[in-house]
């Protein structure tokens, strides 16, 4: 099934990406106690990098990640990746109005499937739209160990208004 991309042509103004990572990183006060930290977005795509830290294991034999560190990431991404595709879609609008559209931003469902063990240095997030409505998004997402072995992946859907 070929699927067209969601505003590909779109170019964001570094201002919005700075307004976009400010509210990630600083103003979601949960997305802080997980540490991930945005390392790019796109019109529908979204990535950020969690290091791994001793509060943040959840089995204290074998120091793997907290099954809830990996979930609660993919949603989050799949969260951002939602709003840069809102954003493309209403470039038209100044950047406060578009950032004013993510407040109705919530997740309806998740699933996550538990690959592997989060073991390592470092972890990456990625998350991509599949489908943008008018009420909901659909996502797909992946968390990655240090070498880019595939851990976890997810589903999500937001609603959006």
């Known amino acids: 099934m070929n699927q067209k991309p969601i505003a590909p042509e779109v170019s964001f103004e570094p201002e919005f990406v700075a307004r976009l990572k400010t509210l990630f990183e ?3 006060v ?3 106690t997980l540490g991930l930290q945005v390392t790019a977005v796109a019109p529908a795509h979204a990535s950020a990098r969690v290091e791994m830290r001793p509060e943040l294991i959840g089995h204290f034999t074998h120091h793997r990640l907290h099954g809830g560190v990996i979930s609660a990431s993919l949603d989050a991404m799949g ?3 939602v709003m840069t595709a809102i954003g493309a879609r209403h470039m038209n609008e100044s950047i406060d ?3 004013a559209r993510f407040g109705k931003l919530g997740t309806i469902d998740l699933r996550v499937d538990y690959l592997r063990p989060g073991v390592g240095t470092h972890f990456t997030a990625h998350a991509e739209v599949m489908r943008l409505g008018s009420r909901v998004a659909s996502t797909r997402m992946q968390f990655l160990d240090a070498d880019g072995g595939l851990l976890s992946m997810a589903s999500a859907a937001y609603i959006v208004s």
């Open 97 to 99: 109005a578009r950032m």
């Open 26 to 28: 600083e103003l979601i």
């Open 30 to 32: 949960f997305n802080q």
């Open 79 to 81: 969260g951002l990746a």
